[in-house]
């Protein structure tokens, strides 16, 4: 599995997008393109993924259940 960092470097390649996907209350999956990066935690500036994503059903998912999973790529990497 690749580091965060290395994750994000496909990232960067690719404008900063990558897919986050969440689960519903359904136990199905939510997947959404987004804009995502490395920054550093405002509490302990660790390195942490940050993410921007329109709409409140995204976040209503991770409240609920924390889990995600995020993709990113950079062509057929």
Request: charged share 15%; proline share 5%; glycine share 6%.
């Amino acid at each position: 599995m690749p580091t965060l960092e290395e994750a994000a470097a496909l990232a960067r390649d690719d404008h900063g997008l990558a897919v986050v996907s969440t689960l519903r209350a359904d136990a199905t999956i939510q997947s959404t393109l987004v804009n995502a990066g490395v920054l550093a935690h405002p509490a302990t500036s660790a390195p942490v993924l940050g993410f921007v994503t329109y709409g409140r059903v995204k976040l209503a998912n991770l409240r609920a259940r924390p889990q995600l999973s995020v993709t990113f790529r950079n062509g057929w990497q």
